[in-house]
């Protein structure tokens, strides 16, 4: 199964991040997207040296539920952390279609419009960068 990666630079914007977040979330649970769609949030913070930066790893939230995602909202703090949200799609190859319609949906939705979105698919430069990446956020 061939994966395609999208790669969103939200820069400081931790709200908009949690937005898109959950807007993943609620696909996944209405569409019946489980092992379909699969996200990590990259945080890059400067190191105090300026010696450049370091990756922290994002954790999954281990809640569930709307009150989970309405105190992660609220108790999201103002950072200094670059976030990048990281997707793979991963559509069996009868689904050609729907892995398309995808591809052309997310980066249209509102808070993923402004993030830059970046495509990598199969067989471009970028696409063994893009999955060591994936694979390293755990």
Request: aromatic share 8%; hydrophobic share 35%; net charge neutral.
């Amino acid at each position: 199964m061939a994966h395609i990666y999208m790669l969103f630079d939200f820069a400081k914007d931790e709200e908009k991040a949690q937005q898109a977040r959950h807007k993943l979330e609620v696909w996944k649970q209405a569409f019946r997207l489980d092992k379909k769609l699969l996200y990590k949030l990259d945080r890059t913070t400067a190191t105090p040296e300026g010696d450049g930066a370091k990756t922290v790893k994002a954790e999954k939230p281990k809640t569930k539920g709307k009150a989970a995602a309405k105190v992660e909202t609220e108790s999201a703090p103002a950072s200094d952390d670059d976030i990048k949200l990281l997707v793979r799609l991963g559509f069996s190859g009868h689904e050609k279609l729907s892995e398309q319609r995808w591809v052309d949906r997310i980066p249209t939705e509102e808070p993923f419009r402004e993030a830059s979105p970046v495509v990598v698919k199969p067989g471009e430069a970028k696409f063994d960068d893009m999955e060591k990446q994936f694979e390293e956020l755990g």
